[in-house]
Each structure stands twice: as structure tokens, then as C-alpha cells.
């Protein structure tokens, strides 16, 4: 989820290609669509839900700013803790408690599409939390 926050698209030229593959004989170019992931393509919240929430009186513009700029680290960071097995539980609680703070913020807003996704991610980390005591490949603070 927290790569996501990094992706992009770019416009690049490539040749037109035949139907044998080749490229054209012509030279046509045509503009294709890329997916990139790259720091300048940062995006914590979508800019639609990101005016919304400005359009709401929920959270003041600093407040939001700073939510939206740490949301894609954490989220991040949470994901490496995970895949790492360093200090679990509390990976596990925080990435539950940023789902949480998503899910409201969408239920604040009426998006019931979003919402369900994120209650999905809720009940994952929840299942996870109870199942953690069995992991026994935690490589750190696996008392946390």
C-alpha cells in the first residue's frame, strides 16, 4: 500500500510497431502511458480526496498536510517491519490503527466503496495480531 503512494504515470514515444512487431516503416511514433514509482510522484491522498477533506471542516489544512505527507512513509515502514519480522505486534497495531484512521476519515466522507476495502485490511491485521504468537520467525522484539 505504501509503494502505491510513489507511483505515477509518464508519457513516453515509442515506435509504431507492425503486426509482426517490428516498427513501422513510416517512423510514426505514438505517446505511450508508463507506470513509474519515483520520489517526485508522491501523493499521500489522492488530490480528489484530498479536496474533499479540504472541503470538509474535519481537519484543518496544516493537519491534513502533515497526514498526507507522512501517510505513504509510515505505511512504508510499517510494510518493512512486517516483511523484516522486526517487532510485529506493535507493526501490526500501528499499521491496524492507520487503517482505522483511514476507514473513519472515508466514513466522515460517505465513500462506502472505500471503506469496505479498508475494513477488509482491518480484519487482515486483527487475524494477524491474534495469530502473532505463533510466529516464529520474528526476528526482532517479538515480545512487543
Known amino acids: 500500500t505504501g509503494l502505491e503512494k510513489f507511483a505515477g504515470t509518464e508519457t513516453v514515444q515509442r515506435p509504431l ?3 509482426f512487431g517490428e516498427p513501422d516503416i513510416s517512423g510514426a511514433m505514438v505517446n505511450v502511458k508508463e507506470k513509474v514509482y519515483g520520489f517526485s510522484h508522491y501523493h499521500g491522498l489522492p488530490e480528489p480526496l484530498y479536496d474533499k ?3 470538509e471542516p474535519l481537519m484543518p489544512t496544516w493537519a491534513l498536510d ?3 505527507g507522512v501517510l505513504g512513509w509510515i505505511l512504508l515502514a510499517l510494510g518493512v517491519l512486517l516483511l523484516a519480522g522486526a517487532l510485529p505486534r506493535l507493526a501490526l497495531l500501528a499499521s491496524g490503527l492507520v487503517y482505522v484512521s483511514l476507514s473513519v476519515g472515508l466514513v466522515l466522507l460517505n465513500e462506502s466503496g472505500g471503506v469496505a476495502w479498508l475494513g477488509t485490511h482491518v480484519l487482515l491485521v486483527a487475524l494477524a495480531l491474534a495469530l502473532v504468537k505463533y510466529n516464529r520467525w520474528a526476528v526482532a522484539g ?3
Open 66 to 68: 502533515l497526514y498526507s
Open 142 to 144: 517479538d515480545k512487543l
Open 17 to 19: 510497431l507492425d503486426e
Open 53 to 55: 477533506f479540504a472541503a
